[in-house]
């Protein structure tokens, strides 16, 4: 896998860019949203991917963060979702990533929102990787109401790991 590329970018248009590594050039599919967020030609980038294999092709696709990849591969886990999906499967999807997205996303009602935000911060600023953050703080009780606590907690479980 290809988890990262950091280089100049060569070729910008409106459905990928290439980015230019010690002569090789890596054609890198991305979204409008990321596009205009990528530096101008001649200019350094590092970009986070997820590298598509297929029959037929090995596509690159683009991502400004770890966390957007992880967003990617968990809607391309949905069956009949690729990264070329259309409109058409739109409302597939929402009804696919209520169940999906629950077990990713930390959502909680009222105060807890904040504090489990900031325990999630705290623990990927120590390392953990994001999605293990976010498993262990769901599991966590509704109770535990501090940030030092939920901290403390998660990173009892994540030692165990």
């Known amino acids: ?11 910008k248009n409106d459905k990928f860019f290439v980015v230019d590594i010690n002569g090789v050039g890596y054609k890198v599919f991305s979204h409008s949203g ?9 200019q350094t980038v590092k ?11 090995m596509d690159l696709y683009g991502f400004l963060n770890n966390e957007e990849v992880d967003f990617f591969e968990t809607l391309i886990s949905i069956s009949g979702i690729g990264p070329r999906s259309g409109r058409k499967t739109a409302q597939r999807l929402i009804l696919e990533l209520k169940t999906k997205l629950a077990k990713t996303v930390v959502l909680e009602k009222g105060g807890r929102f904040k504090e489990m935000g900031d325990a999630f911060e705290a623990l990927v ?13 769901n599991e966590l009780p509704k ?3 501090s940030v030092e606590d939920k901290v403390k907690a998660a990173l009892k479980k994540l030692g165990r790991g």
């Open 47 to 57: 970009i986070w991917t997820h590298l598509c294999v297929r029959e037929d092709a």
């Open 125 to 137: 600023s120590l390392g953990y990787k994001a999605g293990d953050v976010r498993n262990i703080l």
């Open 143 to 145: 109770e535990m109401e």
């Open 34 to 42: 990321i596009l205009v967020k990528i530096p101008e030609i001649g």
């Open 1 to 11: 896998m290809i988890s990262h590329l950091e280089g100049k970018i060569l070729d």
